[in-house]
């Protein structure tokens, strides 16, 4: 039935414009409502290509997952059309470019590739974090708006904890997209976050050096390499990749999700924060590893197991800012924030803590060497930083420190929480107080508040 | 329109007015008692009178394997503290009750929806719906879009997959799930009077048919005066505490 509409045609109070797209699994038109001038898409199933069988269930998925999502890494959904008359979606016109239009253009500077890595991690974090795996992450699903964020496109074969998953055991072949599934969805595994990090590994590393690390296996029985092939080495085929990146890129594309990093909003953090990066064989190898490395890999992929998806996506190593003040603050205050630290830090398990600070901008004005001042100011704060977390005893790689610099020590730390996916601030407060800086924050950091106050 | 579905009351009053209260604030417009109104609990005599005022009013009621022993019917298959609650219970029962009780059909067929105590293929042989073999007999017995069943106390959703064999899914209370009628279901809706998941809450589960969405509930009762209720009435000191421990 949908095969016969087309442009220029009336569904549900919905004008069907040009067609931008589509393939075997749906066709795509621009869209508006009858009166109304905002840039709709609607995405129609095809059940016009005989057998009605997996393009009728990812839609059936799309139509389920898409509205539980939110945020603005997704294109908003605006209504659905039952399977039982004409099946459609339509959502929110997503502007900016594909990312596959970057894929084209590959390869890029390595300075893009972590732009567009970030975004596109915070993305995939957003949706994790809203329990749902998208598991079908590629360049065409991904499209970066102008102003540089990421939107996921696509949930025909996404997974959400909390709806029946329809496409589990329906088929028995691998689902997904042959170059960028991961190795436990070749094996029928749909409920593992860490699958969409092994795509983005694949993206990351097709966007730095235009190849796929996996190539494009046709059959299921290729596919299966993917338990333990090893792909080239990114500085191999572009100089100019720092270590650290391929150590990120890397550690994305490790068979065992175990060994992945442990949420999209580390990856996100990782790749903003190079300087945190522990670098290892992996980051500076040039050449494959040896014949005899590349068989051990081939025995272990023959008894692959799976790793057992983490028990609940909302824990997946959290990240903890904490404002630390001035260290002239009352020591009564100070030791409260270290006890609210430490408790959090226990109830939260593996997460990484940052520490940060926010320093004025030295004026460049009344000194003659404002550049040295500045660097003097920077680096006193960070022997403070440092010497306020060394009381929580936390091993080197779960702890960062981080001199934010502006006048509005607020905006800063708004800044800062938004860019890099944070999930809970601890920040200090003398005493109750409307106009307070802790207020403000409470009021609008998306992410868990503490505000800690000495005991009076 | 919004269908309360409970099962497994067990003379569970606090349990039930809980469950009707929550359910009535939610919207329900219609009711269906999924069997085993009674066994176990102290209240069977009140809960009995909620459920018969209920289906005065069109709800629909069919039959556990709990009602049909206290009305006078064999307690076979049943361990001892069940057997002395059935026994109790018939001591408690006005006739208009036991009659009641002894009437009550073992499925029912309202729209989409087909009710059972436990498995629609044989409702009579009182076969616990636990793994998806066991439910596919089900929903081919009842062949509806919907089937809604107790019998096992712990909620848990059967959907039909493309290879029609149907997959279990763990739903989160209070979550929406969308349910389409071209697909088949079979909901075991969870214990209202008696949860066994380590959880003292109460189960029911509610069906939107117009929007084709279901949602299990989990909703927190008075237990402990449930319990204190069993253990005055001199019932096996078991059948309070398992309420106090939710299993």
């Known amino acids: ?456 | 329109m919004r269908i309360a579905l409970l099962a497994d009351i067990h003379s569970n009053l606090e349990a039930l007015a809980a469950c009707l209260r929550h359910a009535q604030a939610a919207g329900a417009e219609r009711f269906a008692f999924l069997g085993d109104l009674v066994g176990y609990g102290a209240d069977p005599e009140a809960v009995l009178d909620i459920v018969m005022e209920r289906a005065s009013r069109g709800a629909r009621v069919v039959l556990g394997n709990h009602d049909q022993a206290v009305a006078g019917h064999s307690t076979r298959n049943m361990n001892p503290a069940a057997e002395r609650a059935v026994e109790w219970t018939r001591r408690q029962l006005r006739g208009d009750q036991a009659a009641f009780l002894a009437a009550l059909p073992l499925t029912a067929r309202e729209g989409d929806c087909f009710y059972v105590h436990a498995s629609a293929d044989a409702p009579q042989r009182w076969t616990y719906v636990s793994d998806s073999l066991r439910a596919a007999h089900s929903m081919d017995g009842a062949r509806s879009p919907y089937t809604f069943g107790g019998h096992v106390h712990e909620q848990r959703l059967y959907f039909q997959g493309a290879d029609r064999r149907p997959q279990p899914f763990q739903p989160t209370p209070g979550s929406a799930i969308p349910v389409p009628r071209h697909r088949r279901w079979l909901a075991i809706v969870g214990s209202c009077g008696q949860p066994r998941d380590g959880d003292t809450a109460a189960c029911y589960a509610m069906l939107d048919a117009a929007e084709g969405e279901l949602v299990f509930h989990r909703v927190p009762y008075d237990h402990a005066r449930a319990a204190h209720k069993i253990r005055r009435a001199g019932l096996p000191e078991r059948l309070a505490s398992r309420l106090e421990h939710g299993r």
Not at chain 1, 320 to 338: H, I, N, Y
Request: glycine share 8%; hydrophobic share 45%.
């Open chain 1, 1 to 456: 039935m949908s095969a016969r509409l087309g442009t220029g045609d009336e569904l549900d109070g919905f004008l069907l414009g040009e067609p931008i797209g589509g393939g075997t699994m749906a066709r795509i038109f621009r869209a508006r409502r009858a009166g109304s001038d905002v840039p709709l898409v609607m995405k129609l199933a095809r059940l016009d290509l005989g057998e009605p069988g997996a393009s009728v269930v990812t839609h059936e998925v799309e139509q389920q997952v898409l509205p539980r999502l939110s945020g603005t890494h997704v294109p908003r959904f605006i209504a659905a059309g039952g399977l039982d008359r004409v099946p459609y979606i339509a959502m929110e016109q997503v502007d900016g470019e594909p990312l596959s239009g970057w894929v084209a253009r590959a390869p890029l500077p390595s300075e893009d590739v972590v732009r567009l890595g970030v975004a596109i991690a915070s993305a995939v974090h957003a949706i994790h974090q809203q329990e749902a795996i998208h598991l079908d992450l590629k360049p065409a699903n991904v499209i970066i708006r102008p102003g540089g964020e990421a939107v996921l496109l696509d949930f025909g074969l996404a997974h959400h904890a909390r709806l029946p998953d329809l496409l589990a055991e329906e088929f028995t072949r691998p689902i997904g997209t042959a170059p960028y599934i991961s190795p436990e969805q070749v094996l029928g595994v749909r409920s593992d976050p860490r699958s969409d990090l092994f795509a983005l590994g694949v993206i990351l590393y097709e966007l730095a050096t235009a190849r796929l690390p996996f190539g494009a296996p046709d059959s299921p029985r290729k596919m299966r390499a993917r338990l333990h092939a090893e792909p080239v080495a990114p500085r191999a085929l572009v100089a100019s990749i720092p270590e650290w990146l391929q150590e990120v890129i890397l550690t994305c594309l490790e068979p065992d999700a175990a060994r992945r990093p442990a949420s999209a909003g580390r990856l996100a953090f990782d790749l903003a924060h190079p300087e945190t990066v522990a670098i290892t064989e992996r980051g500076r190898r040039l050449a494959r590893a040896s014949a005899w490395k590349r068989l051990a890999r081939w025995v272990r992929a023959a008894g692959y197991e799976p790793a057992p998806p983490p028990r609940s996506q909302a824990s997946l190593a959290p990240i903890l800012l904490v404002a630390v003040g001035a260290p002239d603050a009352e020591v009564e205050r100070a030791r409260s924030m270290a006890d609210a630290v430490r408790r959090t830090l226990a109830a939260l398990g593996e997460a990484r803590l940052v520490c940060a600070t926010v320093m004025r901008p030295v004026p460049d004005w009344g000194t003659n060497d404002p550049g040295k001042t500045a660097a003097r100011e920077h680096l006193r704060h960070l022997v403070e930083l440092r010497h306020w977390a060394a009381s929580q005893g936390l091993p080197a790689e779960r702890v960062t420190f981080h001199v934010l610099e502006g006048d509005d020590a607020c905006a800063a730390l708004l800044d800062y929480i938004r860019a890099n996916a944070v999930d809970h601030l601890i920040v200090g407060e003398p005493k109750p107080w409307t106009q307070s800086p802790g207020w403000r924050l409470a009021a609008e950091a998306p992410c868990t508040v503490t505000i800690v106050r000495a005991r009076i």
